[in-house]
């Protein structure tokens, strides 16, 4: 490890190999938590490269825990996270409600880091049980049309680092590859991200699979996901654009108004109120904002946002998305 930092300190790059080799090797606790710790700052300090990213994702999936979702066209919304925003769980709640208009979701996530609460730790409040079986995760695909796959149920390396990464408490490069490495391999993503140049590097990433359908988001005023706070740039397979929340025919709102609380008690109980109807109407939007587009993923974009945005609206308010979550934590 001391040549390899050597090597990073003085501005060189990684080869695809090379890091996919390093980071299973990380993996495998060679290396002590500082030299674990330096190696992750590296990467806070400068950009990191399409084939280094390209290299430590395909390492975690060729080490995780297979899961074969492929009799499912499946999606995947899932965003970076490290944004520092403490959002409510905009990404997740989204999920089911794409789930409730009748697609089917895949979802990747894992405790918060950065964040107060994440994906995992909202849905493990509101009583789900994280699994690995492939049975299990199919049976839910199949009748709730969504599934959560917590992240250290299938990523040793994941979890390899954990301790690390929380003592942190800030993002690190593990939060650029959480919406990438989906054990599943979704052929749908929607993909929040925390800055415009991973942006770039996840749509030259995805723009490398055949077939691939997505959406990646970055929001101008910092945000990994659609807030209606601001402007915010979109890439998809179809083209890339800026858009203002008018542009969509929604009222830009205040960062107040998408606060995810101090606890995640709190961050739950706003996580049920929104899926029981009982959000506010800046809460709803962004929500069914950001299942909009999967919605648009999904249909290759053949469908406008606003019937979109309807078919999210109607899942919400119906009860329809909260019915998948009371089939998977029943």
Do not use: W
Not at 64 to 89: A, R, V
Not at 121 to 136: C, I, S, W
């Amino acid at each position: 490890m001391k040549q390899i930092l050597e090597k990073l300190f003085q501005h060189q790059k990684l080869t695809k190999q090379q890091a996919a080799d390093l980071l299973k090797r990380i993996a495998n606790r060679e290396f002590s938590d500082a030299q674990v710790v330096a190696f992750m700052t590296v990467f806070q300090m400068r950009s990191i490269s399409v084939a280094e990213l390209s290299g430590f994702r395909q390492a975690l999936l060729d080490m995780c825990i297979p899961l074969d979702l492929s009799e499912f066209d499946t999606i995947d919304m899932c965003g970076t996270g490290g944004d520092g925003k403490n959002t409510f769980n905009i990404s997740t709640l989204a999920s089911f409600v794409v789930a409730g208009a009748g697609y089917k979701v895949a979802k990747h996530g894992n405790y918060g880091v950065s964040s107060v609460s994440g994906s995992s730790n909202v849905l493990e409040a509101v009583g789900y049980r994280f699994t690995n079986d492939p049975k299990t995760l199919q049976d839910q695909i199949r009748d709730a049309h969504i599934t959560f796959l917590h992240a250290p149920k299938f990523h040793p390396a994941m979890a390899a680092v954990a301790p690390v990464r929380k003592q942190l408490q800030m993002k690190t490069f593990f939060n650029m590859l959480g919406p990438v490495v989906n054990p599943a391999k979704p052929k749908n993503q929607l993909a929040g991200v925390f800055s415009l140049e991973l942006g770039r590097l996840y749509h030259y990433m995805f723009d490398e699979e055949p077939d691939k359908k997505f959406a990646v988001i970055y929001g101008l005023d910092g945000y990994d996901e659609i807030s209606l706070t601001g402007d915010f740039y979109m890439r998809t397979h179809r083209g890339e654009r800026l858009y203002a929340p008018y542009d969509l025919q929604l009222t830009k709102i205040n960062e107040k108004d998408i606060y995810g609380g101090n606890s995640v008690e709190e961050a739950a109980d706003i996580f049920m109120r929104i899926l029981q109807g009982k959000g506010t109407i800046e809460q709803n939007n962004v929500v069914c904002a950001n299942a909009a587009v999967a919605i648009q993923v999904m249909n290759d974009f053949q469908l406008d946002f606003q019937e979109a945005f309807n078919q999210a609206h109607d899942s919400l308010l119906s009860g329809k998305a909260l019915r998948s979550l009371q089939l998977i934590t029943r």
